[in-house]
C-alpha cells in the first residue's frame, strides 16, 4: 500500500439552514492508499454520511466551501454537479444508506440495470457477460433479473446493489451503513462480499461507512473516527481498537459490550454528555466538553497530525 | 401447571411464565396461508431476572413480547403472571394488568407525539391510574422517578421530544413505566437505535432496576447485548426456541448448529471471524452428527414444553437446554 488512490485536503462542507450554516465538516484531510479498506466510524450526526456523500454527489443544501479532492491524482470536481457525472459510477461510486430500499418497485431488476447503464451512456449488452458472471460471484441466480425488487429478501437486494455499483469497476466505492439493516449471518455475508470485490479488483480502495466499529474491525486495514464534523483519529485497524490514542476512541471502544462481557464482572459506563451542535461549534476541541482528559490547551484546536506510521490523531495529549 | 419449574425453583418467585404458546398469522391475500410466528414457546421470567430473547428477524421475539402485553391475543397454551391467567383479561382487569406490566419499544422517536412535550407521557398516566393524587405530591413523584433512571428533572421536563436525545427519551419511557407499580417490564429492541456512547447507559439502567427485583423480558436481535445484562438467554429460531440457558453456557458452549451460526457471524472487537470460527469448530468436533436432543428422547415424539410431560427441550447440562439439531423440528435427524 503504497500508492496514494485518494487524497483529501482541507475539506469544508456546510449545510444550508434557515439559521445559518451547520458546518458537518470542517477541514477535513486524510488520503486512502491504493488497495485500502477504510472504515469510517461515528455516532450519529458526526458528519460520516457528509464525507461519503461529498465525494460523489452534494444535494442541494449542501455547500462545498474549501478544499480539494483527488481521485488518482486527478481533482474531482465536486462543487460542479455536471462535470462529475464523468466521475460518477466509472471513477467514484456510492452505495448509499438504504440503497436496497430505493429500487424502483415498478422496474425488474434487469430493465432497471439496463436503464441505469443507458443514462451512463454503456451499451447493456456490452457488460451483460459480466454483469452475469458477478450475478454468479454473489451467489444470485441470473434470473433475478426478471424478478422485481420485492421479490428479493433484504440481503439479496444488498447484494444486487453491489453488482450494480461495482459493475464499471470504480476506483473508489464508498458503501454506506450497508448492513446495518440485515440480519447477523446476512451482514457477514455482505461485508465478506465487500472484500471479496476489493480482491477480485472489482474496486481498487473502499470507504466502509458504519456506526458499528465492531464490523469494520472485521473488515477494514484502517479506521477512521469523526467526532462532530472533525477527524479524531486514523490508524490501522488493530491499532485503532487495541491501543486507540485519542479519547473520544478510547471511550467509545470501551462503551461496547462484547459477546462474554457480563454486567456484573465489568460495568461499561457510557460516553456523558453529547456533541456540540454544529451550528456554532465551540473553538477549539470539540471534544473537550465531554473529555476527561481536557485542560487549558484544548481551547485551542488540534491538529490533525501523524503519531505514528499511519496513526494519526487530533488530540494534545496523544 | 406443575408445581415446580425445571430449575426447581419454587413458584413464588416466579414473576412470567410462558407456557407453550403459538401464534399463528394468517397471510396472502384471503388469509389462505398460515404463518407460525411462534411455535410451542415456554419460559418463565423471575422477579429480579433479565431474560434475553435473542433472534434474528423473523424469529417471532416481538410477538412474544406482545403478547405477554396482551397486545396481540395468546394462542396455544397460557401465560401467567404472578400464578394469574393473563389470557382472558378484559378492559378493567386488564387495565389492572397494565399496573403491573408495561413495555419499552424500539424507535424513542415515534413512541412520542411530536407536537406534545415529551413529559406528556407522565400526565397520560396520572390521568388513567392516579387521578386522585394531588399535583404536589405527583411532582415528587414523577421527580423520583425521573432520578431512578438517572435524569435530571430540570434536563428533560417541559421539553419536546425533538429537542431531547434518544437515549434521555428511552428513559423517559422507562421511567413512565416505573410510576405505575410494575413487577415486569418488556423491552423490545430498546437500544437498537441508540448510539453507542449512551446505549450502555440504558442497558446499566436495566441491570439497576433489575437489582430491585424488577423482571425484565429484553427482547434483541445483538447477541453481545444479550450477554451483558442477562441471566437467562432465550434463542429463537422461526418461532422456535433452540437453546435457552445461563448467558455464559449458551455463549460459552454453544450446542445448537444454529447458535453456532449465528455466534460465528456477530462481529466482535478483538476477534476475528475466522478465530470465532476456528475455535466453534474446536468445540463442535465431537459433536459432529450427534443429536443432544434425540440422544435424550430418541423417540422424538416425546413431550413438548417446559413441564416434564413434554419437553421440546433436552438439558444437555445444568441449566442448559437445547432443541433438536434439526432446528424446524419437522425433518427428523
Same mark, same amino acid.
Given at each position: 500500500?503504497?500508492?496514494?488512490?485518494?487524497?483529501?485536503?482541507?475539506?469544508?462542507?456546510?449545510?444550508?439552514?434557515?439559521?445559518?450554516?451547520?458546518?458537518?465538516?470542517?477541514?477535513?484531510?486524510?488520503?486512502?492508499?491504493?488497495?485500502?479498506?477504510?472504515?469510517?466510524?461515528?455516532?450519529?450526526?458526526?458528519?460520516?454520511?457528509?464525507?461519503?456523500?461529498?465525494?460523489?454527489?452534494?444535494?442541494?443544501?449542501?455547500?462545498?466551501?474549501?478544499?480539494?479532492?483527488?481521485?488518482?491524482?486527478?481533482?474531482?470536481?465536486?462543487?460542479?454537479?455536471?462535470?462529475?457525472?464523468?466521475?460518477?459510477?466509472?471513477?467514484?461510486?456510492?452505495?448509499?444508506?438504504?440503497?436496497?430500499?430505493?429500487?424502483?418497485?415498478?422496474?425488474?431488476?434487469?430493465?432497471?440495470?439496463?436503464?441505469?447503464?443507458?443514462?451512463?451512456?454503456?451499451?447493456?449488452?456490452?457488460?451483460?457477460?459480466?454483469?452475469?458472471?458477478?450475478?454468479?460471484?454473489?451467489?444470485?441466480?441470473?434470473?433475478?433479473?426478471?424478478?422485481?425488487?420485492?421479490?428479493?429478501?433484504?440481503?439479496?437486494?444488498?447484494?444486487?446493489?453491489?453488482?450494480?455499483?461495482?459493475?464499471?469497476?470504480?476506483?473508489?466505492?464508498?458503501?454506506?451503513?450497508?448492513?446495518?439493516?440485515?440480519?447477523?449471518?446476512?451482514?457477514?455475508?455482505?461485508?465478506?462480499?465487500?472484500?471479496?470485490?476489493?480482491?477480485?479488483?472489482?474496486?481498487?480502495?473502499?470507504?466502509?461507512?458504519?456506526?458499528?466499529?465492531?464490523?469494520?474491525?472485521?473488515?477494514?486495514?484502517?479506521?477512521?473516527?469523526?467526532?462532530?464534523?472533525?477527524?479524531?483519529?486514523?490508524?490501522?485497524?488493530?491499532?485503532?481498537?487495541?491501543?486507540?490514542?485519542?479519547?473520544?476512541?478510547?471511550?467509545?471502544?470501551?462503551?461496547?459490550?462484547?459477546?462474554?462481557?457480563?454486567?456484573?464482572?465489568?460495568?461499561?459506563?457510557?460516553?456523558?454528555?453529547?456533541?456540540?451542535?454544529?451550528?456554532?461549534?465551540?473553538?477549539?476541541?470539540?471534544?473537550?466538553?465531554?473529555?476527561?482528559? $481536557?485542560?487549558?490547551?484544548?481551547?485551542?484546536?488540534?491538529?490533525?497530525?501523524?503519531?505514528?506510521?499511519?496513526?494519526?490523531?487530533?488530540?494534545?495529549?496523544? | 401447571?406443575?408445581?415446580?419449574?425445571?430449575?426447581?425453583?419454587?413458584?413464588?418467585?416466579?414473576?412470567?411464565? !410462558?407456557?407453550?404458546?403459538?401464534?399463528?398469522?394468517?397471510?396472502?391475500?384471503?388469509?389462505?396461508?398460515?404463518?407460525?410466528? !411462534?411455535?410451542?414457546?415456554?419460559?418463565?421470567?423471575? $422477579?429480579?431476572?433479565?431474560?434475553?430473547?435473542?433472534?434474528?428477524?423473523?424469529?417471532?421475539?416481538?410477538?412474544?413480547?406482545?403478547?405477554?402485553?396482551?397486545?396481540?391475543?395468546?394462542?396455544?397454551?397460557?401465560?401467567?403472571?404472578?400464578?394469574?391467567?393473563?389470557?382472558?383479561?378484559?378492559?378493567?382487569?386488564?387495565?389492572?394488568?397494565?399496573?403491573?406490566?408495561?413495555?419499552?419499544?424500539?424507535?424513542?422517536?415515534?413512541?412520542?407525539?411530536?407536537?406534545?412535550?415529551?413529559?406528556?407521557?407522565?400526565?397520560?398516566?396520572?390521568?388513567?391510574?392516579?387521578?386522585?393524587?394531588?399535583? $404536589?405530591?405527583?411532582?415528587?413523584?414523577?421527580?423520583?422517578?425521573?432520578?431512578?433512571?438517572?435524569?435530571?428533572?430540570?434536563?428533560?421536563?417541559?421539553?419536546?421530544?425533538?429537542?431531547?436525545?434518544?437515549?434521555?427519551?428511552?428513559?423517559?419511557?422507562?421511567?413512565?413505566?416505573?410510576?405505575?407499580?410494575?413487577?415486569?417490564?418488556?423491552?423490545?429492541?430498546?437500544?437498537?437505535?441508540?448510539?453507542?456512547?449512551?446505549?450502555?447507559?440504558?442497558?446499566?439502567?436495566?441491570?439497576?432496576?433489575?437489582?430491585?427485583?424488577?423482571?425484565?423480558?429484553?427482547?434483541?436481535?445483538?447477541?453481545?447485548?444479550?450477554?451483558?445484562?442477562?441471566?437467562?438467554?432465550?434463542?429463537?429460531?422461526?418461532?422456535?426456541?433452540?437453546?435457552?440457558?445461563?448467558?455464559?453456557?449458551?455463549?460459552?458452549?454453544?450446542?445448537?448448529?444454529?447458535?453456532?451460526?449465528?455466534?460465528?457471524?456477530?462481529?466482535?472487537?478483538?476477534?476475528?471471524?475466522?478465530?470465532?470460527?476456528?475455535?466453534?469448530?474446536?468445540?463442535?468436533?465431537?459433536?459432529?452428527?450427534?443429536?443432544?436432543?434425540?440422544?435424550?428422547?430418541?423417540?422424538?415424539?416425546?413431550?413438548?414444553?417446559?413441564?416434564?410431560?413434554?419437553?421440546?427441550?433436552?438439558?444437555?447440562?445444568?441449566?442448559?437446554?437445547?432443541?433438536?439439531?434439526?432446528?424446524?423440528?419437522?425433518?427428523?435427524?
Amino acid at each position: 500500500m503504497s500508492k496514494v488512490s485518494l487524497r483529501v485536503a482541507g475539506l469544508k462542507v456546510h449545510y444550508r439552514t434557515l439559521r445559518g450554516d451547520v458546518k458537518a465538516l470542517d477541514d477535513v484531510t486524510f488520503a486512502v492508499a491504493d488497495g485500502e479498506t477504510m472504515g469510517l466510524a461515528g455516532e450519529s450526526g458526526c458528519g460520516k454520511t457528509t464525507l461519503g456523500k461529498s465525494l460523489i454527489r452534494l444535494d442541494g443544501r449542501m455547500r462545498h466551501v474549501d478544499g480539494t479532492v483527488e481521485l488518482d491524482d486527478e481533482e474531482l470536481p465536486i462543487g460542479d454537479t455536471a462535470r462529475m457525472n464523468d466521475f460518477r459510477f466509472r471513477e467514484v461510486f456510492i452505495i448509499p444508506q438504504y440503497a436496497m430500499s430505493a429500487m424502483n418497485p415498478t422496474r425488474k431488476i434487469g430493465k432497471m440495470t439496463k436503464e441505469l447503464l443507458e443514462s451512463r451512456g454503456v451499451r447493456f449488452e456490452t457488460v451483460r457477460t459480466e454483469l452475469k458472471r458477478r450475478l454468479e460471484l454473489v451467489g444470485l441466480a441470473h434470473d433475478v433479473l426478471d424478478r422485481y425488487p420485492i421479490e428479493l429478501s433484504g440481503g439479496m437486494k444488498q447484494r444486487m446493489v453491489m453488482v450494480l455499483s461495482t459493475l464499471l469497476n470504480p476506483s473508489l466505492l464508498v458503501a454506506d451503513e450497508v448492513t446495518s439493516a440485515l440480519d447477523v449471518s446476512t451482514q457477514r455475508a455482505v461485508a465478506e462480499t465487500l472484500v471479496d470485490f476489493r480482491d477480485r479488483g472489482f474496486v481498487r480502495s473502499m470507504i466502509v461507512i458504519t456506526h458499528d466499529v465492531s464490523l469494520v474491525y472485521q473488515i477494514a486495514d484502517s479506521i477512521m473516527v469523526m467526532y462532530a464534523g472533525k477527524l479524531a483519529e486514523k490508524a490501522p485497524t488493530d491499532v485503532i481498537v487495541d491501543s486507540p490514542r485519542h479519547p473520544y476512541t478510547q471511550l467509545l471502544i470501551s462503551s461496547l459490550p462484547e459477546v462474554g462481557v457480563k454486567y456484573a464482572d465489568k460495568r461499561l459506563t457510557g460516553i456523558p454528555g453529547s456533541p456540540p451542535s454544529l451550528l456554532d461549534p465551540p473553538a477549539g476541541c470539540r471534544f473537550r466538553d465531554r473529555c476527561p482528559l $481536557a485542560f487549558d490547551k484544548c481551547s485551542e484546536e488540534p491538529p490533525f497530525v501523524e503519531v505514528e506510521h499511519g496513526h494519526y490523531v487530533a488530540c494534545w495529549k496523544a | 401447571m406443575a408445581t415446580t419449574s425445571l430449575a426447581g425453583k419454587p413458584e413464588a418467585e416466579r414473576c412470567c411464565t !410462558v407456557d407453550r404458546v403459538s401464534m399463528v398469522y394468517k397471510i396472502g391475500a384471503f388469509g389462505g396461508t398460515d404463518l407460525p410466528a !411462534v411455535r410451542d414457546v415456554s419460559f418463565e421470567v423471575r $422477579a429480579g431476572e433479565v431474560v434475553s430473547l435473542i433472534g434474528e428477524s423473523g424469529s417471532g421475539k416481538t410477538t412474544l413480547g406482545k403478547m405477554i402485553l396482551r397486545l396481540c391475543p395468546i394462542t396455544g397454551e397460557t401465560i401467567t403472571v404472578d400464578g394469574v391467567d393473563i389470557s382472558t383479561f378484559k378492559r378493567r382487569r386488564l387495565k389492572t394488568y397494565y399496573r403491573s406490566v408495561q413495555g419499552v419499544f424500539q424507535d424513542p422517536f415515534s413512541s412520542y407525539n411530536p407536537i406534545f412535550k415529551a413529559d406528556r407521557v407522565f400526565s397520560m398516566i396520572k390521568d388513567e391510574y392516579f387521578a386522585e393524587v394531588n399535583a $404536589a405530591e405527583w411532582r415528587r413523584k414523577v421527580a423520583a422517578s425521573l432520578e431512578a433512571v438517572r435524569l435530571s428533572p430540570d434536563e428533560v421536563l417541559n421539553k419536546y421530544p425533538h429537542q431531547l436525545s434518544g437515549g434521555q427519551l428511552q428513559r423517559i419511557l422507562i421511567a413512565r413505566a416505573l410510576l405505575l407499580d410494575i413487577r415486569l417490564l418488556v423491552a423490545d429492541e430498546i437500544i437498537s437505535m441508540l448510539d453507542a456512547s449512551t446505549r450502555i447507559d440504558v442497558l446499566n439502567l436495566l441491570a439497576d432496576l433489575k437489582a430491585q427485583g424488577l423482571g425484565i423480558l429484553f427482547i434483541t436481535h445483538d447477541l453481545s447485548l444479550g450477554n451483558y445484562v442477562s441471566d437467562k438467554t432465550v434463542i429463537l429460531r422461526r418461532g422456535r426456541i433452540v437453546e435457552m440457558g445461563a448467558p455464559d453456557r449458551v455463549f460459552g458452549n454453544p450446542l445448537h448448529p444454529y447458535t453456532k451460526s449465528l455466534l460465528t457471524s456477530v462481529p466482535q472487537l478483538h476477534r476475528k471471524w475466522e478465530r470465532v470460527e476456528a475455535e466453534l469448530a474446536a468445540g463442535r468436533a465431537g459433536l459432529t452428527g450427534r443429536c443432544i436432543y434425540h440422544e435424550r428422547y430418541p423417540n422424538g415424539d416425546g413431550p413438548v414444553g417446559l413441564d416434564a410431560e413434554r419437553p421440546t427441550l433436552a438439558e444437555a447440562e445444568d441449566d442448559h437446554f437445547v432443541a433438536c439439531f434439526q432446528a424446524d423440528g419437522e425433518e427428523t435427524c
